[in-house]
């Protein structure tokens, strides 16, 4: 029985009748490729293709393949093709091959507009309730490892939270004492601008004090914080996490929330307020600056008419939402970190949602508070 593939072609009237002999197997696949592109322009000109592999002495999936295809192109080409004379130990292989790449893709019926919408917005409400419980999760554990420290005070390490309230706080100041007259300066210089059609400049001092003692220099305090101190929590944490370094601890019987979490957020609890009262006096002292020199006021009355603008009540609700706010920060920093799986995308995208989640939950808690201390005639 010869090894070597051969194809004789015969036309009898429309008909190409294929005759595939010896071995169609991978090791002559480039015999069989020379064959079957001997015979394409046979094809082309035929009405109608026979293959009789009657004489074909053993055939593989390769060989097998390559006399399909040549089947497939005289029906693309609007011919009609058929195999005959297969041998039943070959008859499975054949049928298996012609059965190849026959489906073509599954149709996806197009969804409802309004189906889809109520889809999504079940997923992210249930999105949103998985975010809650990890919220009170976390904070639960975080209670309960105070609860910890008050009851044995030697376990809370001290050298920790110093680190990080030096981190979180002091080393934040400058930063915080730039933005924050920034702001204030560019409040003073729009009311200025604004005032002045009315002949009200004195206004200004009133706008300015009560927005940055009231409103303004907290928040953007928390929302710089939690873009600078609640990212770097969520990243370590989540390296930690990806290092195994947070299972370790477990593993040798130490609370990772008391460990790593407890100081961290500690710290942001006592240097918040710090930094939203040296936040709230650069925006001050940024507003007097510009009303002197774009103004004209000079600073002694803007002083004066401080005193008189601005009461005790704002300052105390500003400095009231600091230790709230640092509280939210730190724990959704946190509990993102926890949150990390072993990539370092899955790095990067808890570190943004920290830092989306935290500012959202800051100007939601920014809000209540307004409204409650409304209610409350502060």
Known sequence: MSSVPALSAKTDGDTLELKPAGAWTAT?????????DDV?????????????????????????WVLERLSRSAVQAGRTARFEGIDASYAELIDEVRQL???????????????????????????????VAVFLQMMGALGAALLGVLRRPRSLRLTSLTYQVYRVGWQAI???????????AIIAQQGIFHFRKFGADSYVVDMVGILVLREIGVLIVAIMVAGRSGSAYTAELGSMKMREEIDALSTMGLDPVEVLILPRIIALVIALPILAFIGSMSALYGGLLTAWFYGGMQPSVFIARLHEAVSL???EVGMWKAPFMALV??????????????????????????????????IVLDGLFAVFFASIGM
């Not at 109608?48 to 097998?64: C, H, P, Y």
């Not at 409802?112 to 919408?117: L, Q």
């Not at 799986?341 to 830092?355: D, I, N």
């Open 28 to 36: 002559n696949s480039k015999f069989m490729e020379r064959l079957s």
């Open 40 to 64: 394409a322009p046979q094809i082309a000109a035929a009405k109608s293709l026979t293959i009789d592999m009657a004489e074909i002495g053993e055939i593989d999936t390769i060989g097998a």
């Open 101 to 131: 790449n026959r489906r073509g893709p599954t149709p996806h019926p197009k969804p409802n507009p309004i189906v889809a919408k109520l889809d999504e917005i079940g997923r992210s409400a249930w999105s949103a309730t998985a975010d």
């Open 313 to 315: 009540n704002s300052f």
């Open 329 to 362: 920060i730190g724990i959704v920093a946190c509990s993102e970190g926890l949150r990390v799986k072993g990539s370092a995308e899955s790095l990067g995208l808890q570190t943004t949602t920290s830092v989306v989640k935290s500012i959202f939950l800051v």
């Open 174 to 184: 400058p930063i915080m004492v730039l933005i924050t007259f920034l702001i204030g």
